[in-house]
């Protein structure tokens, strides 16, 4: 996704709840937020007239960027279509069986995000785009930098303590969905100094081990309790049917060895150097 190409249509209407905040927040945001609720949102992507299809930047999937409106509200939504399953998968030296790229993990990825919480996954539903079924996203505004021009200018923001949490946020979170596609280009800034996670078509593989557990070093408080209360139940109604069974068993089993991880560091070192509240 080209981050130098950002739309300048309604710049300043952000995410659901777009705050300094990665969690969902029991007190609603101030009446001057420009925000749509969950609803409208979810209804625009849905019902709005897409235009204006065009290549969405960089990426080897051929997702598209499209111009949504629906007579009042205009706006841009990121548009993939791609829908691959492979026994096996070569790329470079890597090789990977049962391999998947898919639309629907980006429709999962939000699903799953809003059930533990987790805000800076932008929405993503399901819609048919001519002709073809969709993972239709929003696009995020207010983009300062991605993660690349981030390592690249050195900085950490004008908090770095914070910058450092959502990076602890962002390496769970990539275990929880087993994301291996997390590549610089797929981590955004706001100005506002917020990380966003975008595209999550080569997540939710069926490996239950984790694949980096040396960087789970922190974990916000309130994230690790998340977990802890997600049940088989609420994730198969959270996901519907953009997760097959085999997927959010194996989700669940990577979420119990997350919890484990945490509970012997917890155990070893202390809450206080463990967990954090951003």
Excluded at 11 to 36: N, W
Excluded at 89 to 118: C, H, M, P
Excluded at 218 to 233: I, K, M, S, Y
Aim: one cysteine or more; a positive charge; aromatic letters at 6%.
């Amino acid at each position: 996704m080209d981050v130098r190409r950002r739309s300048r249509v309604l710049g300043a209407i952000l995410l659901v709840g777009l705050a300094p905040t990665l969690f969902a927040q029991e007190t609603p945001a101030p009446a001057s937020t420009p925000a749509l609720s969950p609803e409208a949102m979810e209804a625009f992507l849905l019902k709005a007239r897409v235009s204006n299809l065009r290549d969405a930047g960089s990426g080897v999937t051929n997702s598209r960027r499209a111009t949504l409106s629906d007579g009042q509200l205009t706006h841009d939504a990121h548009i993939q279509t791609v829908d691959i399953a492979q026994q096996v998968f070569e790329s470079g030296r890597n090789t990977e069986l049962n391999f998947k790229d898919t639309y629907r993990y980006n429709i999962a990825g939000y699903r799953v995000a809003k059930l533990i919480g987790l805000t800076t996954v932008p929405m993503s539903i399901e819609r048919t785009v001519e002709g073809k079924v969709a993972a239709v996203t929003w696009w995020v505004d207010d983009v300062q930098m991605d993660e690349k021009e981030r390592m690249k200018t050195k900085t950490m923001g004008p908090d770095p303590v914070r910058t450092n949490k959502q990076i602890q946020i962002m390496r769970v979170w990539d275990e929880l969905i087993q994301n291996r596609d997390r590549n610089q280009g797929n981590i955004l800034w706001t100005h506002d100094w917020t990380m966003w996670l975008i595209d999550h078509t080569r997540a939710f593989r069926l490996n239950t081990n984790l694949l980096k557990p040396e960087q789970l070093a922190r974990c916000d408080r309130g994230l690790l309790e998340r977990l802890r209360a997600v049940t088989p139940e609420a994730l198969a109604k959270a996901a519907g049917n953009s997760l097959t069974k085999q997927e959010q068993e194996a989700l669940l089993a990577r979420r119990d060895k997350i919890i484990k991880h945490y509970d012997e560091r917890i155990a070893r070192l202390g809450e206080p150097v463990v967990l954090f509240t951003l």
